[in-house]
């Protein structure tokens, strides 16, 4: 199948895969692809064969990665219309290309689109990687930094991280996410002192504290426990409600089974303690 002389605009690098085998490696290249904003595929005479259902099913709705997607019959009519070119390698070749890390790929390929080049990466065969002559198209080499002792990077892998470097070299802010925790008050000293005072009232009054003498030292690493998180004020609410549960409720007197009401059974520890500080009092 010859290639179409569409010409792409140039919102990213072409993925180029030389000679691939599976259609389902085609398929989960262009699902990572997709996943970091880029959708140019250019295939050098994939083994069995294009389209490829296969591929397509294994792209997981990347559909429009796989519809554009281009079969060429060499590798230098892939590449002819591109500015620049990286191959990614394992190994070390001999010749003289200047050798880049991801990161530094990712954000050189970035400068050169901004500048307006049209820019590729070529990506070998699942078995053996692309040969010396298809690297020496190209004008630089990525290399990932993986243990020597086991280089080997499916084609699926090895365009996720480079898609990911690209992705990640267009954003003002390299760390930002796509979505953040909830922006949560923290709790004012009053609501923390007032769940430390309930906590201990609750433990009071089943026995925790014991040795009384070791009462302070006790109350000090619970509370120094609790400030450590620096809750916000729904989670102490959280927390007073975890801990009301617990007071009121048993396994002998299960939530559901009724209204605590007045039965002292049934009361939160903390109240009993007090209703009995009340009867000494009197």
């Not at 243990?147 to 070299?169: H, T, V």
């Not at 309930?198 to 030292?217: C, I, N, W």
């Amino acid at each position: 199948m010859q290639a179409s002389n569409d010409i792409l605009p140039a919102t990213g690098p072409a993925i180029i895969l030389v000679e691939p085998q599976l259609g389902e490696n085609i398929g989960m290249v262009a699902r990572a692809m997709a996943n970091f904003g880029l959708s140019e595929l250019r295939l050098v005479n994939p083994r069995d064969g294009w389209p490829s259902e296969k591929a397509r099913a294994a792209a997981s709705r990347a559909d429009h990665v796989i519809d554009a997607a281009r079969v060429y019959d060499d590798l230098a009519s892939a590449v002819a219309d591109l500015n620049f070119v990286f191959a990614t390698t394992a190994r070390a070749r001999d010749n003289f290309k200047p050798v880049r890390g991801p990161v530094e790929a990712g954000r050189a390929l970035r400068a050169r689109q901004r500048s307006g080049q049209r820019t590729g990466i070529l990506f070998g065969r699942e078995r053996f990687g692309l040969y010396n002559d298809e690297v020496g198209l190209a004008n630089e080499i990525v290399t990932f930094p993986v243990d020597p002792a086991f280089s080997s990077l499916n084609i699926a892998q090895a365009a996720l991280l480079m898609s990911y470097e690209w992705m990640k070299s267009g954003l003002e802010d390299e760390t930002k996410t796509n979505f953040s925790s909830p922006d949560m008050m923290p709790a004012t000293k009053e609501q923390l002192h007032g769940l430390f005072a309930y906590l201990e009232g609750a433990l009071e009054a089943r026995g925790y504290f014991r040795p009384a003498a070791k009462k302070p030292k006790m109350v000090d690493n619970l509370r120094a426990v609790l400030t450590r998180a620096g809750f916000a004020e729904p989670e102490l609410k959280v927390l007073r409600g975890i801990i009301s549960s617990l007071d009121r409720f048993s396994p002998a007197m299960p939530r559901g089974d009724g209204s605590p009401g007045d039965d002292p059974r049934r009361l939160p520890a903390a109240a009993r303690a007090a209703k009995t500080t009340d009867k000494d009092q009197a």
